[in-house]
């Protein structure tokens, strides 16, 4: 599905790939270098992405027999990359309600190259994987904080591939979370310049209200620092089919950690009614 994104969302000048992909060489240097194997009871694999980024992941499968779905879970921004989930136990919780689980390092983490300047072409490749492999099964996305932001991205430029989202403490804007240092500058700068659209930098409401008929569910803490209400206010009134769900006394990324039973039940509740209203492609 193609959205009324601007031009430059597909294809921005050659001055503007190679900007892009500066800045993220430059803003990864804190997290790149740090490598780890997947679990054991995962099994690994490396996909290449559509703009040439080999990207590491990995399956962890339900019982294949009774699999509802398949949930892709994207990474925040931090060195330990898909580890996070893993963790965190996140992925046995989708395992035992019989959704098989796919994680992936984004490039410039982990094992991931760096072979382009959009992270969402890093969801699209890995959800296009998993339309080949798992065939009819529904494809829901799970993004935490920096995964979500780019999974909203990727979601304005093919919705196609999935049966829902939840974007897990995700800004609305960049700039509510680089608000120091040289950081904070680079990205105000680039978050307002043409290549705010190709560079994934542009807040989330200017790609999700390009959404259409994909349940997307958003959650955030009320005391996260980088959510201020005002922005989910703003949020809400340009994607008024989001569903919205706040968690008391959370901060930054503390959602299934201090409200564990009631996250992954509304996360289990939505997934069943996105369910419910989209067909499942017969192979």
Request: charged content about 20%.
């Amino acid at each position: 599905m193609e959205t009324g994104m601007t031009t430059h969302a597909h294809s921005p000048s050659w001055f503007g790939v190679a900007v892009s992909k500066l800045f993220i060489r430059v803003m990864f240097r804190q997290v790149q270098g740090w490598k780890r194997d997947v679990p054991s009871r995962a099994e690994g694999f490396v996909e290449t992405a559509s703009d040439g980024s080999k990207l590491e992941g990995a399956v962890l499968l339900a019982n294949p027999a009774k699999a509802k779905g398949v949930v892709l879970l994207c990474h925040p921004f931090l060195k330990y990359g898909m580890h996070y989930f893993f963790e965190n136990g996140i992925d046995q919780a989708f395992l035992e309600q019989g959704y098989h689980v796919v994680a992936f390092n984004f490039k410039g983490f982990g094992r991931s190259t760096i072979g382009g300047h959009a992270f969402a072409d890093d969801v699209l490749s890995i959800a296009r994987k998993i339309a080949r492999e798992y065939p009819g099964l529904p494809i829901h996305l799970v993004g935490c904080s920096f995964g979500g932001y780019h999974l909203s991205h990727a979601l304005a430029r093919d919705a196609s591939p999935f049966t829902s989202a939840v974007l897990d403490s995700v800004p609305v804007s960049v700039r509510s979370y680089f608000t120091r240092g040289p950081l904070r500058l680079a990205m105000r700068w680039i978050s307002g310049s043409r290549l705010a659209v190709p560079t994934g930098t542009c807040a989330i409401d200017h790609s999700l209200k390009h959404v259409q008929h994909l349940p997307i569910a958003y959650f955030y803490g009320l005391s996260d620092r980088y959510i201020p209400e005002a922005s989910v206010a703003r949020l809400s009134l340009d994607c008024t089919s989001l569903h919205v769900v706040g968690f008391e006394a959370c901060r930054h990324l503390e959602n299934h950690k201090k409200h564990r039973d009631q996250y992954f039940q509304e996360i289990f509740a939505f997934f069943a009614r996105a369910e419910s209203h989209k067909p499942v492609v017969t192979a």
